[in-house]
């Protein structure tokens, strides 16, 4: 658990006896415990913003009113006014009480592609510069992953290009899956290849693929979630996304979904079997060097999944706002008691500026 023990001596305990010694030492954890609620509030009380949330929705005006209908159905049990009332300055008031330097803005399900080519090009490219006008308009505080019309290839190299060169947005935002097709099926391959091209940085969020929704009558659509998260990396191992472009840093939402608990399995699968893809790295390598986002997983059988898979160092805070907010980020990911102070600053900050280009330095606040 994380404390700050070398700051603090602990209660003498030379005298004798039993009940002295436990008094001692109540008081040691109590001042251990004091210290770590202290350093959780840091950010949010006076101190300059340093956190990056890596998972932080918006819904451009341009956006709900093409696709309200389907971002109700997939957010169920959200208020339904809740996404007609998002504005920036939403966004920015969460951030401002947590200590959110940066948000790194995208597009939730279900994307921005509804079968029509034209709609789905046009479409992207509102939400995109939308969001760079929104980094303009308040530098240092936010970021985007750029949306592109997947499964339209033509038009998401076209977006792409756009997105990254003349708007200079930090990545790409992709689905888990898309229609029929999960995100590694070979069609998408020229995507790959020319985000592996620019080394770019590509945020996957889940969605819930034709083949397996509704299977269960009244069940929610997001139950399934986890699970296309899951059969997305396994498509990218698979179809040799994963060793064909290793100088993309992928990132999966939701602690990588159930991946953590099945990742072993999928290494089982296709070691050494000979239906084996023919590739020269097993799953499990493969699925080390990806990187998580915390949000929803903040509760310890699923940070123990992902922590027994991943290093801190793969690990980056994500609050899932404006589902979540990102106080309720960071405390929940600090009362697990699983990380020590380093990993923490690590999670919260280090790593995503490590892995996401172009992010301005914390506390340049324009908004």
Known sequence: MPSDRNAIAAPPLAQPGRRRALKGLAGYASLCAGC?????????????????????????PAYLAAAR????????????????????????????????????????????????????????????????KMIADHPGRFGMFAAVPLPDVEGSLREIAYALDELKLNGVGLLTSYGDRWAGDPAFFPVFEELNRRKATVYFHPTAANCCGNLVPETKVSLEYPTDTTRCAASLYINGVLSRCPDIRFILSHGGGSLPSFASRIDALFAGSPTAPRWPTRAMDEFRRLHYDTAAILNPPAMAALRQLVPASQILMGSDFPYRSAGRAVKEIRDLGMFTEAELEAIERGNALRIVPGLAPAGRRAG
Request: proline share 7%; aromatic share 6%; net charge negative.
């Open 69 to 132: 209908e389907g971002v109700v159905d997939s957010s169920p049990g959200a208020p339904t006014d809740m996404f007609d009332q998002w504005s920036p300055r939403k966004s920015l008031d969460d951030m401002d009480k947590q200590g959110v330097a940066t948000a790194i803005v995208s597009i939730s399900t279900p994307g921005v592609f509804f079968g029509d080519v034209a709609q789905g090009r046009r479409l992207a490219r509102e939400c995109n510069e939308y969001g760079a």
């Open 36 to 60: 770590l609620a202290m350093s959780g509030r840091a950010g949010a009380q006076g101190a300059a913003p340093r956190r990056i949330d890596t998972h932080h929705h918006i819904f451009p």
